[in-house]
T-cell receptor
Framework: KAGVTQTPRYLIKTRGQQVTLSCSPISGHRSVSWYQQTPGQGLQFLFEYFSETQRNKGNFPGRFSGRQFSNSRSEMNVSTLELGDSALYLC???????????FGQGTRLTVV | AQSVSQHNHHVILSEAASLELGCNYSYGGTVNLFWYVQYPGQHLQLLLKYFSGDPLVKGIKGFEAEFIKSKFSFNLRKPSVQWSDTAEYFCAVNEVTGGGNKLTFGTGTQLKVEL
């Protein structure tokens, strides 16, 4: 089985712009969750989707949003980018909630 | 709010030394517990997991972990480390609330194994 695929791998954006990141889960996995990884804050949960519904949300501002499509692929969007949004954004998929999550390589976002 | 503590931030060992990395969590309810590893330049990989049953779980590459419910701990061990174990190790906890996957991670332990 192919692993979790995230695109693009690298992004450079300017402050104030918006960005959309994509995640294709492992085939058959219906739960997709997103995490932000920074040197200062570590790994922080953003949100989780299951069967196109957001089930959990972390403590991030409303500029961070996501969605899941009927084929389980997911996107996350960050609007009005700030310098502090520079991070590695990780997507993880699992067969269903409360099973182990498998992570993708991440998208490295740099905001300048 | 739930929290996960990893007390060792940087560990340096010689090859063949034994390893124990501490992990404590704060949530009092039912949890699923994980250790993930991130090798340089690679993605997070699952080392081992605990859902229920035998509190001593074995994972890949000779790693094991013991869940001690009374101490809210899930420490990672390996009897003899190798240079290739150099990586960052993360403990993670998921509350079993029926609400899905929401991992809380520790801050990570950077392990360096010297030849």
């Amino acid at each position: 089985k192919a692993g979790v695929t995230q695109t693009p791998r690298y992004l450079i954006k300017t402050r104030g712009q918006q960005v959309t990141l994509s995640c294709s889960p492992i085939s058959g996995h219906r739960s997709v969750s997103w995490y932000q990884q920074t040197p200062g804050q570590g790994l922080q949960f953003l949100f989780e989707y299951f069967s196109e519904t957001q089930r959990n949300k972390g403590n991030f501002p409303g500029r961070f949003s996501g969605r899941q499509f009927s084929n389980s692929r997911s996107e996350m969007n960050v609007s009005t980018l700030e310098l502090g949004d520079s991070a590695l954004y990780l997507c993880a998929s699992s067969e269903d909630p409360n099973t182990e999550a498998f992570f993708g390589q991440g998208t490295r976002l740099t905001v300048v | 709010a739930q929290s996960v503590s990893q007390h060792n931030h940087h560990v340096i060992l010689s090859e063949a030394a034994s390893l124990e990395l501490g992990c404590n969590y704060s949530y009092g309810g039912t949890v699923n517990l994980f250790w993930y590893v991130q090798y340089p330049g690679q993605h997070l990989q699952l080392l081992l997991k605990y859902f229920s049953g035998d509190p001593l779980v074995k994972g890949i590459k000779g790693f094991e972990a013991e869940f001690i419910k009374s101490k809210f701990s899930f420490n990672l061990r390996k009897p003899s480390v190798q240079w290739s174990d150099t990586a960052e190790y993360f403990c993670a906890v998921n509350e079993v609330t029926g609400g899905g996957n929401k991992l809380t991670f520790g801050t990570g332990t950077q392990l360096k194994v010297e030849l």
